[in-house]
């Protein structure tokens, strides 16, 4: 598989929106080493997650553009020339989306469709797979979730980030624009954002841990989940940008590992030898968009492409642990925004 990318993606350029973050910067650092031309966006807001030490080891292989996909001469300009376009960035707490409602719109929603028309306008043959998310399908009906159930957000950023994949779809139908989305579940691993609890449970678990802290969890910590190392997700993307039979289409993402929040912290603080965790009741603001049980069907995109996910748990928290053991302090901002009062599991 890694000579198929090389062929595919050496020399190519390759815009990633949201590079500095998470999941942009692991892609960036996968597609630097296949010899691709990278050029990342991000606007580096302080509680999103980017973070140039993401990028440490590759900075010097990669063109970083500070800027806001909400400027659309920015990315009419960004867009021009490239092969493929990732299109990652956004505004993913759930919580913040509830809290200030209006820039999770301007953010998931607005800026998509202007990173959109700036594609159609200025590169109308760039190749773009967009980061959905489970959030979109709200509360399950039944589980396993496929792709066929009702999406149904219980909170502002599942409508948001719905409406930002569907134009992507709609700008495929009217406009020709190969755009595929992938719809994420719970993602970990190295360069998580650690410096607050807003972006998930998973990565505010992993900072406690390591720090020998307490975890909270909310509920009885029955709550089932699928967990998908990061570099499962990135080989994803990989694949779903060079096959042209998943143009126009949207895909889970998954794991066959299905385990409870108790489950999963007990073997993070086993992976990180320090912490502790106890169980607490909802708040109110986390249990009016709690979602319960989730966990999603990737059978659509094991038949489309042969895509599985071969990190397990155990192997996935080794080595999310043994990146932050040597890189902790640059995951450990306490400016503003960061090192918030703890909260529990979603």
Known sequence: MSARYEEAYRGQQVLITGGLGFLGSNLAHRLVALGAEVTIVDSL?????????????IE???????????????????????????????????IDSMLDPM?????????????????????????IVFAGTRQQYGRPIYLPVDEKHL?????VNGINKMAGEWYHLLYGRIYGLAATSLRLTNTYGPRMLLKHNRQGFVPWFVRLALLGEEISI??????????????????AFLEVAISPQTHGELYNLGHDEIVSLNHFTRALI?????????????????????IGD???????????????????LAEGLARTVAYYREHLAAYLDESPGGGEPTRGSR
């Open 270 to 290: 086993t992976a990180a030898g320090s912490g502790s965790f106890r169980l607490v009741p909802f708040p109110p603001d986390a249990k009016r968009i709690d």
């Open 60 to 94: 010097d292989q990669v063109r970083i553009n500070i800027s806001d996909v909400r400027d659309p001469h920015a990315m009419g300009f960004l867009v021009q020339g490239q092969r493929y376009l990732f299109n990652l960035a956004g505004q993913v707490s759930h």
């Open 294 to 312: 989730y966990y999603g069907s990737f059978d659509k995109l094991r038949d489309a492409i042969g895509w599985t996910p071969r990190v397990d």
């Open 45 to 57: 807001i302080p509680s999103h997650g980017g973070n140039l030490h993401n990028v440490k080891g």
């Open 218 to 235: 909310f509920g009885d910590g029955t709550q089932r989940r699928d967990m998908n190392y990061v570099d499962d997700v990135i080989e």
């Open 151 to 155: 999406i149904q957000p219980v909170d």
């Open 103 to 127: 820039t999770d719109l301007e953010i998931n929603c607005r800026a998509q469709l202007s990173i959109l028309e700036a594609c159609r306008r200025h590169n109308p043959g760039v190749r």
